[in-house]
Protein backbone atom coordinates (compact mmCIF):
# COMPACT_ATOMS: atom_id res chain seq x y z
CA UNK A 1 0.00 0.00 0.00
CA UNK A 2 0.80 3.47 -0.84
CA UNK A 3 2.32 5.44 1.98
CA UNK A 4 4.54 9.20 3.07
CA UNK A 5 6.27 9.27 6.00
CA UNK A 6 7.72 12.77 6.97
CA UNK A 7 10.13 11.96 10.10
CA UNK A 8 10.15 15.41 11.62
CA UNK A 9 7.30 16.82 13.03
CA UNK A 10 8.57 20.25 13.65
CA UNK A 11 11.79 22.12 12.58
CA UNK A 12 13.09 25.66 13.50
CA UNK A 13 15.83 27.41 11.08
CA UNK A 14 17.00 30.80 11.67
CA UNK A 15 16.27 33.12 8.74
CA UNK A 16 18.43 33.03 5.94
CA UNK A 17 19.74 30.14 6.58
CA UNK A 18 19.38 26.33 4.53
CA UNK A 19 16.38 23.76 4.68
CA UNK A 20 15.72 20.38 4.22
CA UNK A 21 12.36 19.16 5.35
CA UNK A 22 12.62 15.32 4.50
CA UNK A 23 9.83 12.78 3.15
CA UNK A 24 9.88 9.17 1.92
CA UNK A 25 7.48 7.08 0.75
CA UNK A 26 6.16 3.62 -0.18
CA UNK A 27 4.40 3.20 -3.32
CA UNK A 28 4.69 -0.28 -5.71
CA UNK A 29 4.75 1.86 -9.42
CA UNK A 30 6.19 5.28 -10.22
CA UNK A 31 5.22 7.47 -8.50
CA UNK A 32 3.60 10.67 -8.63
CA UNK A 33 4.95 12.92 -5.48
CA UNK A 34 4.22 16.55 -4.52
CA UNK A 35 5.15 19.27 -1.99
CA UNK A 36 2.23 21.08 -0.36
CA UNK A 37 2.45 24.16 2.07
CA UNK A 38 -0.47 25.49 4.12
CA UNK A 39 -0.16 28.86 6.29
CA UNK A 40 -2.62 29.15 9.50
CA UNK A 41 -6.41 29.08 8.38
CA UNK A 42 -5.36 28.24 4.65
CA UNK A 43 -6.07 25.01 2.30
CA UNK A 44 -2.89 23.74 0.94
CA UNK A 45 -1.34 25.33 -2.25
CA UNK A 46 0.95 23.03 -4.48
CA UNK A 47 4.51 24.15 -4.02
CA UNK A 48 5.88 21.26 -6.96
CA UNK A 49 5.22 18.24 -8.29
CA UNK A 50 7.01 15.51 -9.56
CA UNK A 51 6.14 12.83 -12.30
CA UNK A 52 8.97 12.16 -14.20
CA UNK A 53 12.12 13.33 -16.45
CA UNK A 54 14.82 15.68 -14.55
CA UNK A 55 14.81 14.20 -10.66
CA UNK A 56 15.39 17.76 -9.31
CA UNK A 57 11.96 19.88 -9.52
CA UNK A 58 11.86 23.73 -9.21
CA UNK A 59 8.42 24.60 -7.30
CA UNK A 60 6.72 28.20 -6.44
CA UNK A 61 8.17 30.66 -3.70
CA UNK A 62 12.14 29.20 -3.98
CA UNK A 63 11.81 25.77 -3.16
CA UNK A 64 13.17 22.84 -4.99
CA UNK A 65 12.95 18.71 -4.59
CA UNK A 66 15.06 15.96 -5.38
CA UNK A 67 13.51 12.25 -6.19
CA UNK A 68 15.91 9.86 -5.42
CA UNK A 69 14.35 6.10 -6.69
CA UNK A 70 17.05 4.65 -4.15
CA UNK A 71 15.95 6.10 -1.50
CA UNK A 72 12.17 6.31 -1.85
CA UNK A 73 12.80 9.93 -0.87
CA UNK A 74 11.58 13.34 -1.99
CA UNK A 75 13.10 15.85 -0.08
CA UNK A 76 12.04 19.81 -0.17
CA UNK A 77 14.52 22.47 0.27
CA UNK A 78 15.65 26.09 -0.11
CA UNK A 79 18.64 27.98 0.11
CA UNK A 80 17.40 30.89 2.36
CA UNK A 81 14.76 31.16 4.72
CA UNK A 82 12.36 33.85 4.91
CA UNK A 83 10.52 34.24 7.69
CA UNK A 84 7.04 34.10 5.58
CA UNK A 85 8.05 30.31 4.65
CA UNK A 86 6.87 29.51 8.35
CA UNK A 87 4.25 26.99 7.86
CA UNK A 88 3.09 23.38 7.57
CA UNK A 89 4.41 21.84 4.69
CA UNK A 90 3.18 18.21 3.58
CA UNK A 91 4.52 15.47 1.27
CA UNK A 92 1.98 13.55 -0.83
CA UNK A 93 2.30 10.36 -3.11
CA UNK A 94 -0.27 10.12 -5.96
CA UNK A 95 -0.39 7.51 -8.84
CA UNK A 96 -2.30 7.08 -12.58
CA UNK A 97 -4.72 4.98 -12.93
CA UNK A 98 -6.37 5.06 -9.65
CA UNK A 99 -7.02 9.08 -7.96
CA UNK A 100 -6.07 9.06 -4.03
CA UNK A 101 -3.27 11.14 -3.32
CA UNK A 102 -2.11 10.19 0.23
CA UNK A 103 -0.37 12.81 2.42
CA UNK A 104 2.15 12.59 5.14
CA UNK A 105 1.57 13.87 8.35
CA UNK A 106 2.95 17.05 7.57
CA UNK A 107 6.19 19.24 9.03
CA UNK A 108 5.68 22.31 11.21
CA UNK A 109 8.90 25.00 10.12
CA UNK A 110 9.30 28.00 12.75
CA UNK A 111 11.46 30.25 11.75
CA UNK A 112 13.54 32.54 13.77
CA UNK A 113 15.27 36.21 13.47
CA UNK B 1 -11.25 32.11 -11.25
CA UNK B 2 -12.26 32.10 -7.45
CA UNK B 3 -10.76 29.20 -7.16
CA UNK B 4 -12.74 26.25 -4.68
CA UNK B 5 -14.73 27.76 -2.43
CA UNK B 6 -16.27 26.38 0.74
CA UNK B 7 -18.83 27.37 3.50
CA UNK B 8 -18.98 28.27 5.90
CA UNK B 9 -15.77 28.74 6.83
CA UNK B 10 -16.66 27.92 10.98
CA UNK B 11 -19.48 26.07 12.12
CA UNK B 12 -20.42 25.37 15.37
CA UNK B 13 -22.70 23.21 16.77
CA UNK B 14 -24.42 21.06 19.74
CA UNK B 15 -23.55 17.24 19.70
CA UNK B 16 -26.55 15.30 17.72
CA UNK B 17 -27.38 17.96 15.36
CA UNK B 18 -27.28 18.06 12.13
CA UNK B 19 -24.21 19.89 9.88
CA UNK B 20 -24.09 20.14 6.28
CA UNK B 21 -20.59 21.66 4.45
CA UNK B 22 -20.62 23.07 1.21
CA UNK B 23 -18.29 23.18 -1.69
CA UNK B 24 -17.64 24.92 -4.89
CA UNK B 25 -15.21 23.32 -7.21
CA UNK B 26 -13.41 25.12 -9.94
CA UNK B 27 -15.30 25.35 -13.02
CA UNK B 28 -13.90 22.75 -15.92
CA UNK B 29 -12.73 20.17 -12.59
CA UNK B 30 -13.99 16.64 -13.28
CA UNK B 31 -12.45 15.72 -9.71
CA UNK B 32 -13.64 16.57 -6.10
CA UNK B 33 -12.60 15.44 -3.20
CA UNK B 34 -13.49 16.23 0.61
CA UNK B 35 -10.69 16.05 3.25
CA UNK B 36 -10.45 15.70 6.53
CA UNK B 37 -7.71 16.91 9.13
CA UNK B 38 -7.14 17.08 12.68
CA UNK B 39 -3.99 17.05 15.37
CA UNK B 40 -4.13 13.39 15.70
CA UNK B 41 -4.99 11.74 12.38
CA UNK B 42 -3.67 14.58 9.47
CA UNK B 43 -4.88 14.95 6.35
CA UNK B 44 -7.60 12.39 5.50
CA UNK B 45 -9.42 11.49 2.39
CA UNK B 46 -12.89 11.12 3.14
CA UNK B 47 -14.58 10.29 -0.21
CA UNK B 48 -13.91 11.70 -3.61
CA UNK B 49 -15.92 11.87 -7.08
CA UNK B 50 -15.64 12.09 -10.32
CA UNK B 51 -17.62 14.07 -12.62
CA UNK B 52 -20.30 14.12 -9.99
CA UNK B 53 -20.41 9.87 -9.69
CA UNK B 54 -18.27 8.81 -5.99
CA UNK B 55 -15.73 6.79 -6.69
CA UNK B 56 -14.18 5.54 -3.65
CA UNK B 57 -15.68 6.54 -0.39
CA UNK B 58 -13.69 4.17 1.52
CA UNK B 59 -12.54 7.06 3.94
CA UNK B 60 -15.95 7.91 5.69
CA UNK B 61 -15.55 7.07 8.85
CA UNK B 62 -19.31 5.70 9.70
CA UNK B 63 -22.91 5.45 8.35
CA UNK B 64 -23.32 9.34 9.66
CA UNK B 65 -21.36 10.64 7.51
CA UNK B 66 -22.81 11.48 3.60
CA UNK B 67 -21.92 13.09 0.44
CA UNK B 68 -23.51 14.00 -2.52
CA UNK B 69 -22.92 15.91 -6.00
CA UNK B 70 -25.79 16.79 -7.33
CA UNK B 71 -24.31 18.57 -10.33
CA UNK B 72 -20.60 19.87 -11.48
CA UNK B 73 -20.73 22.97 -9.69
CA UNK B 74 -21.88 22.31 -6.23
CA UNK B 75 -21.34 19.32 -3.49
CA UNK B 76 -21.73 18.61 0.58
CA UNK B 77 -20.66 16.76 3.39
CA UNK B 78 -23.86 15.72 5.81
CA UNK B 79 -22.92 14.85 9.20
CA UNK B 80 -25.86 13.32 11.01
CA UNK B 81 -25.91 13.32 13.76
CA UNK B 82 -22.93 14.98 14.80
CA UNK B 83 -20.65 14.11 17.62
CA UNK B 84 -17.49 16.15 19.13
CA UNK B 85 -15.22 13.68 17.99
CA UNK B 86 -16.22 15.67 14.67
CA UNK B 87 -15.27 18.21 15.21
CA UNK B 88 -11.53 19.21 13.02
CA UNK B 89 -11.10 21.02 9.59
CA UNK B 90 -12.37 20.06 6.58
CA UNK B 91 -11.46 20.83 3.05
CA UNK B 92 -12.83 20.35 -0.06
CA UNK B 93 -10.29 20.27 -3.42
CA UNK B 94 -10.87 19.20 -6.87
CA UNK B 95 -8.40 18.65 -9.65
CA UNK B 96 -8.45 18.11 -13.54
CA UNK B 97 -9.45 14.83 -15.02
CA UNK B 98 -5.72 13.78 -14.98
CA UNK B 99 -5.90 10.95 -12.45
CA UNK B 100 -3.43 11.47 -9.53
CA UNK B 101 -1.12 12.65 -11.03
CA UNK B 102 -2.56 16.26 -11.27
CA UNK B 103 -2.42 19.04 -8.97
CA UNK B 104 -5.36 19.46 -6.04
CA UNK B 105 -6.50 22.76 -5.75
CA UNK B 106 -7.92 22.97 -2.03
CA UNK B 107 -10.82 25.72 -0.58
CA UNK B 108 -9.79 27.53 3.30
CA UNK B 109 -11.57 24.82 4.73
CA UNK B 110 -14.42 24.85 7.43
CA UNK B 111 -13.50 24.98 10.83
CA UNK B 112 -16.50 22.44 12.25
CA UNK B 113 -16.64 22.04 16.29
CA UNK B 114 -18.78 20.27 17.82
CA UNK B 115 -19.96 21.12 21.63
Known amino acids: AQSVTQPDIHITVSEGASLELRCNYSYGATPYLFWYVQSPGQGLQLLLKYFSGDTLVQGIKGFEAEFKRSQSSFNLRKPSVHWSDAAEYFC???????????FGAGTRLFVKA | DAGVIQSPRHEVTEMGQEVTLRCKPI?????LFWYRQTMMRGLELLIYFNNNVPIDDSGMPEDRFSAKMPNASFSTLKIQPSEPRDSAVYFC?????????????FGSGTQLSVL
Open chain 2, 93 to 105: ASSLDRGGNEKLF
Open chain 2, 27 to 31: SGHDY
Open chain 1, 92 to 102: AVGGAGGFKTI
